[in-house]
């Protein structure tokens, strides 16, 4: 498994149940996570935390980050405006795997609302620990980077 030296980790309202099991597991797993909210139950806007973690993966602060809010969606429309953030929206095993061997995804997303709390320690386990399989996905990776480098003028 790659070293992970840090993880963040941020919900909203919706995603905080969620959010609080995976500080756990990964807390179980002795891996360093950082928790930049929300902190209660009461309401709160997705875009928050989700510019927090899309922040810190983006300038290499961490190495991956996890979002969750009721869906999903709204995290990863936020995530993906960061460049560098390969954030993907995960409901299986078989596409958390998938998301790390074929697209380097350094974000994961989860949906409280829609994902099975059956399935949420191994879909965290399969995305923490599968590899990047690099060949010719890294060749697409290359191409969303040139397309993000044009875009940002970096």
């Not at 179980?28 to 139950?41: M, N, Q, S, W, Y």
Request: net charge positive; aromatic share 6%; proline share 3%.
């Amino acid at each position: 498994m790659q070293k992970i030296e840090k993880i963040v980790i941020g919900s909203d309202h919706a995603g905080f149940e969620f959010k609080n099991e995976i500080i756990r597991i990964l807390k179980e797993k002795k891996l360093p996570v950082e928790d930049l909210g929300t902190f209660t139950r009461e309401s709160s806007d997705y875009p928050d935390a989700g510019i927090k973690v899309g922040e810190a993966v983006s300038s290499k602060k961490a190495d991956r980050g996890i979002l969750v809010c009721g869906s999903g969606i709204g995290m990863s429309i936020v995530a993906n405006k960061f460049p560098g953030v390969r954030a993907a929206l995960v409901s299986s095993d078989e596409a958390a795997g998938l998301s790390r061997r074929h697209n380097d995804a350094n974000v994961l997303i989860l949906g409280e609302r829609i994902l099975d709390p059956g399935k949420l320690s191994a879909i965290l386990s399969i995305w923490l620990e599968t590899e990047f399989e690099g060949g010719r996905h890294q060749r697409r990776i290359d191409k969303i980077d040139a397309l993000e480098r044009s875009l940002y003028k970096k």
